[in-house]
């Protein structure tokens, strides 16, 4: 079946830290990948997503490459800042000839928190 | 300007009760989906709904129904059968097509009292 595995949290780093987030895919075919940032008593935004092997995608400072030889798109970021402070959803669209091609497969999250 | 709005924010139930979470957008998406989400747990799908007047179960549909009237409101009732009720409730959507991005509206806490 289809499954996304994230790192266990919660994570905590001091504001400028190299951040790292590992998550690890099952699936079928060819999925697509997302990254998905939700903060506090709100709803899920999207942060970035890379639709096929090799891409790269980036946004506010952070980026993660689809990586199809390890099933594997880690979240990275240089140097975080306290506003950085939230929970992180890696999530998968499995790939077109799935049934489930339409539903979105999220990881359980990893809190991540950023100390001045 | 365009995004899903979920009322209200915070919901609380009576034994026994059905209570009915809203969730509209603006974005003229075709596909609406309701996820469950529990402390320290990722989203889990209860129904989703791919156009108007049809809609699937999801992971955990018991206890949940659902109807999609209109292209922009997908609302989501609570019944008395489902046991468990207290979580944090997410609508998205997202235009027609296969890895296009779901959206998510802010979210509705259901509370029992």
């Known amino acids: 079946g289809n ?30 990948l997302f990254w998905y940032v939700q903060y506090p008593g709100e709803g899920l935004q999207l942060l970035l997503k ?28 240089g140097s975080v800042q306290v506003s950085d402070s939230a929970v ?7 790939g077109s000839g799935d049934q489930g091609a339409q539903k979105l497969v999220f990881g359980q999250g990893t809190r991540l928190t950023i100390n001045p | 300007d365009g995004g899903i709005t979920q009322s209200p924010k915070y919901l609380f139930r009576k034994e026994g009760q059905n209570v009915t ?10 596909a609406m989906y309701w996820y469950r989400q529990d402390p320290g747990q990722g989203l889990r799908l209860i129904y989703y709904s791919q156009i108007v007047n049809d ?21 989501l009732t609570v019944t008395s059968a489902q046991k468990n009720p207290t979580a944090f409730y997410l609508c998205a959507s997202k235009e027609q097509g296969l890895f ?14």
């Open chain 1, 50 to 77: 890379a639709t096929k092997a090799d891409d790269k995608g980036s946004n506010k400072g952070f980026e993660a490459t689809y990586r199809k030889e390890t099933t594997s798109f880690h979240l990275e970021k």
């Open chain 2, 55 to 75: 809609f699937q179960k999801g992971d955990i549909a018991e206890g949940y129904s659902v109807s999609r009237e209109k292209k922009e409101s997908f609302p």
């Open chain 2, 21 to 30: 979470l809203s969730c509209e957008q603006n974005l003229n998406h075709d």
């Open chain 2, 100 to 113: 296009e991005t779901q959206y998510f509206g802010p979210g509705t806490r259901l509370l029992v009292l």
């Open chain 1, 88 to 94: 992180y959803f890696c999530a998968l669209y499995p």
């Open chain 1, 3 to 32: 499954s996304v595995t994230q790192m266990e949290g919660p994570v905590t780093l001091s504001e400028e830290a190299f951040l790292t987030i590992n998550c690890t895919y099952t699936a079928t075919g060819y999925p697509s």
